[in-house]
């Protein structure tokens, strides 16, 4: 046993440690190497992704100029990278050696911008972006942050002799880490559209994996006896509170009714629609007053962690049951579940506390309605396909953790939660049983859909890792269907090239013949071989090259050369045009696949043909050989164009109507990226997105999520396709926006007709 006068190892928070102390020293010289060690893994781990990032936004780049920043960006980072790194290091040991002399700078939340309006003026454009840009990183992560970092804040103050620490004050918390940086990266010579990619990199890469830099702190100062008893409890306001006196942030069963509804939104439309919500639900329940009011002698209202400690336990039981298989057939089922949610909670609180509690607090009572509400709207979004609907549906219980342990979920619309959902809904609207044979997009979302209801327990910050690897499996994704996209596009567009090049030719030489009774050599070269070459030239050089030119003027000296040749000066014209007509029908007819034997062949029959024309004696056996169309040396290859204009007029498509319709309207709107459902069968449907619009014949390109091609439709026809509902336009709408629209529409109704999950 020890000696009551021996000193305890135990340190509590209301006993100080002198920074300059032996052991206060020790162990900020332990935080200093922990921090060192694992930034220099994190910062080379990051510098390791930049090359690939700058090179891939050099490949997307708009233009050459902008390709060339950030090309010039890649060499400028290899060239700096070490004295960056080495800066950044610097920066932070220095921190943590003032930390250690006691010569802290005043927290400044980690941004330092010019005071007033005369000194805002003088800010350059870079570098209030690149502040905005570090205000945003700092302020997401020390809310992502907030358990880990409170703990180390604790402690903090104790070995810095009970002088309180704050999260911008800390010196290894997310503001001066990423203040660090951006000293460090002053040593970069490069373009703010470069720095600001780096930026993005360094929250990803290492302000995103301080959780393992905090707990490993946190863990070796418990060992060394700082505040090992340290708890730090949910808080109602989603927000932990600081209590320097206990060390705990506790829970307030008294929070304010409207706690799901405060905080600063991102949009003053969705704050409307979150204030309209808190009205709708206040009125239903008669008055924010009578919610409150609690019989004397009734059960205590559940308080946070009752709430989160049961739906754990309902957690794990739903991830158990959807290791089952999933069908279409278990909508109405999880329907059931979704609306009953509220009563299986409290039967669970009261299996757990011994007692049921008959009511919970009017905070959380909208919670988990609201949550319940937008379950249900999910199992009836016509925007999912119905097997997404079901696999998104069991993640009703893992957001009504979250929204509870974070108020700020509704409120904002960049909440990692609500990004997540959004994500997921926007990625399984594409999905068709189609276009996923290889499961790999269902099975992507089942995994995610899995480890949250395996996983989350009170961290928020898995949402933005499964956000990450979505959007990063997304992004693969994507890239491989813009690769068959493109091919899809270039084939539909050279197929439209051809056949506008084929009716281009056939008018030239319809238009030439008409009138004109051709020997069938002639004709037979102007309407297969020639046509085909004029084909050939329109798409190699265009329309308005000479090439064309010469190719029509040859056409009309080859009609010419058949003119009867009576007089001296008409022969001695058609022995003139002879040598052209020979030499421009070698060069043409080489370039549309004839052989050299073939185009020999062809021309002896025209040498037969123009001598008889020249009055020369020629053998009658031959004469009518040249005049067999059969004998013609034409490869089956080169068809033929049509005989008519009649027929050309016939082969055209049909002029679309011009009728003024809603849905024709609908069609005249869409833009390519927007997705529709098509019934492809009496119990199939294909989910397509719009990918081109054809500038030459206006016909609609649909592709599927892998890029293939579904179906092509001339506006007209889609509008009919659109009217008689085999064809339906999907909403482009953010889920949770869709979500707290209906929700609101549905509040608004008389409360008869309300779900029973809101009553």
Known sequence: MKDASEPSNIVSLTQRLDPSSERGGALLNTVRDIAGRRLQILINGMFEHVDDALFDLAEKAENNAAQMHYFDGMREVRKRRPIVERSFLTHVSRELSDFAANQRSMPSNGIQLPVGTAEL??????????????????????????????????????????????????????????????????????????????????????????????????????????????????????????????????????????GIYQGEDDGSASSELLQTLHTLFSARRGGPATAMRIPAGAVQMPSANELIGALSVLQSQAAINQQMPLSASNALELAGEVQQLKDHLLAQIGSLRGEKPSQVSTIDEDTIDLVGMLFEFILEDRNLPTEMQVLLARLQIPYLKAAILDRKLFAHRQHPARRLLDSLADAAKGWSAESDRDHRLHDKIKSIVDRLLQDFDDDISIFERLCVELQEFQDISRRRAELAEQRVAESTRGREKLEQARRRAAREILSRIDGHTLPPLIHGVLSRAWANYLVLTILRQGEESSEFRDALRFANDFIDSTKPARTLDERRALRQMLPGIERALRRGLANVAFQESDIDRLLAQLHTYYRHQLGEAVPEADIQAAAEPGSLPIPESIQPIAESEAELARSEPEPEPLVDTPEMQLVAELKPGIWLEFVTGPETVERAKLSWISPMSGRYLFVNRRGLKVADHAPHELAEALARGSARVLDSTALFDRALDAIVGRLSQPATATSPATE
């Open 121 to 258: 003026s003088l800010v350059a454009d870079n570098e209030l972006e690149e502040s905005l840009a570090i205000t945003s990183m700092i302020g997401k992560n020390e809310t992502r942050l907030t358990r880990e970092l409170f703990s180390v804040n604790q402690r903090l103050s104790v070995i810095y002799g009970g002088l309180k620490i704050e999260d911008s004050s800390n010196p290894v918390g997310p503001a001066a880490l990423s203040q660090a940086f951006r000293q460090a990266m002053r040593e970069l010579n490069a373009e703010m559209r470069v720095k600001l990619i780096i930026y993005k990199l360094f929250d990803r890469y290492v302000l995103a994996s301080l959780d393992e830099l905090y707990q490993e702190i946190n863990a070796e100062l418990m060992r060394a006896g700082v505040l090992p008893q340290l708890r730090h409890e949910i808080s109602r306001g989603g927000a932990a509170g600081r209590t320097a006196g206990t060390g705990s942030a506790t829970a307030a069963d008294g929070a304010a009714p409207d």
